[in-house]
């Protein structure tokens, strides 16, 4: 197989994957509880939300361009 033939399979099996992974993500209707997710603190430690919905509620706020070339 061709080094363009390769990478033409890959970027369309990606493709394909991106496509199924967020067709199975549903949003969230209001009042809906988020499910449980881990991410990385700014000090590079683990920090869940059911660790921070145990202290009170919490406000998720996606800002995605706030690190992105223009």
């Known amino acids: 197989m061709s080094i363009a ?4 399979r890959t970027l ?6 991106v496509l199924v ?4 993500a549903a949003a969230l209707e209001v009042g ?3 499910p449980d ?5 700014t000090d590079g430690k683990p920090v869940k939300l059911s660790d921070l919905t ?7 706020y996606t ?3 706030a690190f992105t070339p223009t």
């Open 54 to 60: 145990a202290k009170g509620p919490v406000v998720i």
């Open 63 to 65: 800002f995605i361009a």
């Open 32 to 34: 809906q509880k988020a």
């Open 21 to 24: 992974l967020a067709s199975a």
């Open 5 to 8: 033939r390769a990478v033409s």
């Open 12 to 17: 369309v099996l990606s493709a394909l994957a």
């Open 37 to 41: 997710f881990a991410l990385n603190g």
